[in-house]
């Protein structure tokens, strides 16, 4: 099991809660870190052509008829929540990191975007039933509890709404050694082109050595996971790198393909 890597450097005393405590703490701190210049990607991709290529992605798979109840879970600088703002829906934003949603509704009233900001945990503090669209931008590889926490965002859905999340496996080097020269190869490309480094990718990837999904086959695990769930259907679109990102960032996500998951709950 993933967490017994971070057992074995702790006191045996303890608890899973505990680990699962401590691996949170740890990504709202590598989060917060990072808000600045997570906030710099996200925006320029707020303003660049690809835009309509995520709008038509996520709003692709509803109906927008009407003004729909929309959660973006780890929205991070706002960017998902403010392209369905603009489009005049309502929309509450979740994250857990200050410095995140700070910076979220920063992004959020230099747009326009009206945007219900909330702080959250683990778990999320909303009512079932209480969305129609559910949306996740590359979230679901830090979770601790995977299993739990998406039949928990599940439940927020209404009956006839749609989640879609997107993720790739952006720790696979991990798994197996062999990796790490492809991934220093490209790293060292990346950065001869003038593509984004992060000085501290070290201690995220120190967590997610104990994070439950770098171990899981993606998106394999997901398509296995929601045809196993009563009252759920899922479609899984693989690779869209090529759709959403610019010739840059292609370049810079070359070995870490996106994945796009699409839920709709029948009952």
């Known amino acids: ?27 709202t701190n590598y989060w917060q870190d990072r808000s ?27 109906t927008e008829n009407r ?13 998902f929540a403010i392209l369905s703002a603009l ?28 945007i219900n ?14 969305f129609d669209l559910i949306m996740s931008r590359d979230v679901t590889w830090t979770l601790t509890d995977p299993e739990e926490q998406l ?8 009956v006839g709404g749609t989640m879609v999340y997107f993720d790739s496996e952006w720790y696979y080097y991990l798994k197996d050694i062999k990796y ?23 201690s995220m990837e120190n967590l997610a050595l104990s994070l ?3 171990y899981k086959n993606r998106p394999v695990w997901d398509r296995e996971f929601w045809r196993a769930q009563n009252g759920f259907e899922c479609e899984i679109y693989e690779n869209i790198n090529q759709y959403v990102y610019n010739e840059k960032e292609q370049m810079q996500y070359e070995l870490f393909p996106e994945f796009f998951a699409v839920i709709r709950r029948t009952h």
Do not use: C
Not at 87 to 114: I, Q, Y
Not at 151 to 158: G, I, M, N
């Open 1 to 27: 099991m993933p967490l017994s890597i971070l057992e074995n450097n702790i006191n045996n005393t303890v608890t899973a809660p505990d680990i699962k405590q401590m691996l949170e703490n740890g990504m």
């Open 67 to 79: 003004r729909l109840d929309i959660l973006d879970i780890g929205t991070g600088p706002g960017f």
């Open 36 to 62: 600045e210049s997570y906030s710099d990607q996200n925006m320029a991709q707020l303003f660049s052509d690809k835009k309509v290529a995520w709008e038509s992605l996520i709003f692709g798979q509803v």
């Open 151 to 158: 039949r928990h965002w599940a439940d927020k859905l209404k």
């Open 180 to 202: 790490r020269k492809e991934l220093e190869e490209n790293r060292r490309k990346v950065k001869e082109n003038g593509g984004f480094s992060y000085g501290k990718a070290k």
């Open 212 to 214: 439950p999904m770098t």
């Open 87 to 114: 489009r005049g829906h309502n929309v509450t934003a979740a994250d857990m990191s200050p410095d995140m949603l700070e910076k979220a509704a920063e992004n959020a009233r230099l747009v326009g975007a009206d």
């Open 117 to 130: 900001f909330k702080q959250v945990g683990r778990m999320l503090p909303f009512e079932n039933k209480s």
